[in-house]
């Protein structure tokens, strides 16, 4: 999240621009970005205990009680949970990706468009 922010501070400064192309799409990226890690931080948190405790389990005879298939198994829905979220973070990142490109478009048509006088 550092890294955008310091991506949308430096893009306008580097096209000698006031701001940013849209406000609200930085808005947009910042929410999807933060959306898709909590997604992501939680369910990798969550199938990491699961899997732990799945791996601890002994039954009577000193044997583990879940295979590795059935640890995997039992981690589906979280690799479910963290794609979603894997997919909300590459959103937001496009998201940054076309409000950069439409800042810089921007500059480029005011720059060229210009008139040319050849009074000088």
Same mark, same amino acid.
């Given at each position: 999240?550092?890294?955008?922010?310091?991506?949308?501070?430096?893009?306008?400064?580097?096209?000698?621009?006031?701001?940013?192309?849209?406000?609200? $799409?930085?808005?947009?990226?910042?929410?999807?970005?933060?959306?898709?890690?909590?997604?992501?931080?939680?369910?990798?948190?969550?199938?990491?205990?699961?899997?732990?405790?799945?791996?601890?389990?002994?039954?009577?005879?000193?044997?583990?009680?879940?295979?590795?298939? *059935? +640890?995997?198994?039992?981690?589906?829905?979280?690799?479910?949970?963290?794609?979603?979220?894997?997919?909300?973070?590459? +959103?937001?990142?496009?998201?940054?990706?076309?409000?950069?490109?439409?800042?810089?478009?921007?500059?480029?048509? *005011?720059?060229?468009? *210009?008139?040319?006088? $050849?009074? +000088?």
């Amino acid at each position: 999240m550092i890294s955008f922010g310091a991506i949308y501070h430096m893009l306008p400064i580097l096209w000698k621009r006031e701001k940013m192309y849209s406000v609200e $799409l930085v808005n947009v990226h910042f929410w999807l970005a933060t959306v898709g890690i909590v997604l992501y931080i939680t369910s990798m948190w969550t199938a990491g205990i699961t899997q732990g405790l799945m791996w601890r389990s002994y039954d009577n005879m000193g044997f583990l009680k879940y295979s590795f298939l *059935q +640890s995997v198994i039992a981690l589906h829905p979280y690799y479910v949970i963290r794609a979603i979220g894997g997919i909300f973070f590459l +959103s937001g990142a496009l998201v940054l990706v076309y409000n950069a490109l439409c800042t810089i478009e921007r500059i480029q048509k *005011q720059v060229y468009n *210009q008139p040319v006088s $050849l009074a +000088s």
